[in-house]
């Protein structure tokens, strides 16, 4: 793993958050389980069957329940096994941003520490 990564991991919280998202890609789409949700990326189930190596760009899009609110992000491949898959966001909108943010304020119970986080995230 390199440092950056490792950085990434330490300054940024991971929110277990079981739900549903689709994977859209090149190679196909794809619905799989989420598993933890950060504000640089997430880690879902490999799907059965699913194909994808380090690198591979997807959409992930994530609905939140009894809500039409959908969390989007454009992401990579960053490690993968038989069982999960990593993925680092490369790219989310402001409407998804403010989403994932307010999802992670609620489960983090600590304001701080996510004005922490997105400052890590904009510098």
Known sequence: MSD???????QFSRIPFKAEVTLK???GEG???LLDISLKGALIACPSG??????EQFSLELQLDGDSTTICMDTTVAHLSE?????HCEHIDV???THLRRLIELNLGNPDLLD???AALSA
Do not use: F, H, P, V
């Open 50 to 55: 699913w194909q994808t190596k380090l690198g």
């Open 116 to 118: 922490r986080e997105l």
């Open 4 to 10: 950056q990564a490792s950085n990434d991991q330490r």
């Open 31 to 33: 619905r799989s389980e």
């Open 83 to 87: 069982k999960i898959i990593g993925l």
């Open 25 to 27: 890609g090149a190679s």
């Open 95 to 97: 409407e998804s941003i």
